[in-house]
């Protein structure tokens, strides 16, 4: 195993800084409950620093979704080639996030609810998340007519699992409901 020496690691930029603390305080405790002055604060930058690369709350809100969209993405096509690269993967790519510590949920279907009627840029950049979701998840389907409508509804269906794994005690009951209606669309397909 390779060791990494730290003096090699590059120091994020004070606006890497702030875009993660960002990244993590809105989606662990959501966007409205998180001030500007917490995010200066622990991202270890002065107002003038942080005004300086995001002008306003909204613009961070708007940059926060955009990485978080870049980076789970990278992760759900990850993990799906992990569990297999085929539609029988999903479940267990989801099995995975809805099982990690920090699991809280949608951070699209969060933002639309905190703050859609009110920042129009918000479901604007949802929207795209879950359209390019649905496209990744028709990337695995077998070729058929409907293959489109089928990665909309298997969307849909996974935004379902999300929140109720996000209250429910155990994930497992969104996720057994999920993979049944997987099985359901493959079934009919044959």
Known sequence: MQTIDPATVPTP???ERILLTAHDLFYQEGIRATGIDRVIAESGVTKVTFY???????NLICRFLEYR????MAWFTDALTRHGGEITALVPALAEWFRDKNF???AFINSVGELG???PEVVDI???????????IASLLPPSQDGQHDAHALAVAVDGAIIRAQFDQ?????LLAL???LKALLTAKN
């Open 13 to 15: 930029s004070a606006r």
């Open 52 to 58: 300086r690369h995001f002008p306003s709350k909204n």
């Open 69 to 72: 969209h870049q980076r789970w």
């Open 104 to 106: 809280r949920g949608c």
């Open 117 to 119: 009627g009110t920042l």
């Open 126 to 136: 949802s929207l795209k998340h879950k359209h390019d979701v649905a496209d990744v």
């Open 170 to 174: 155990s994930p497992d009951t969104a």
């Open 179 to 181: 993979d049944r209606l």
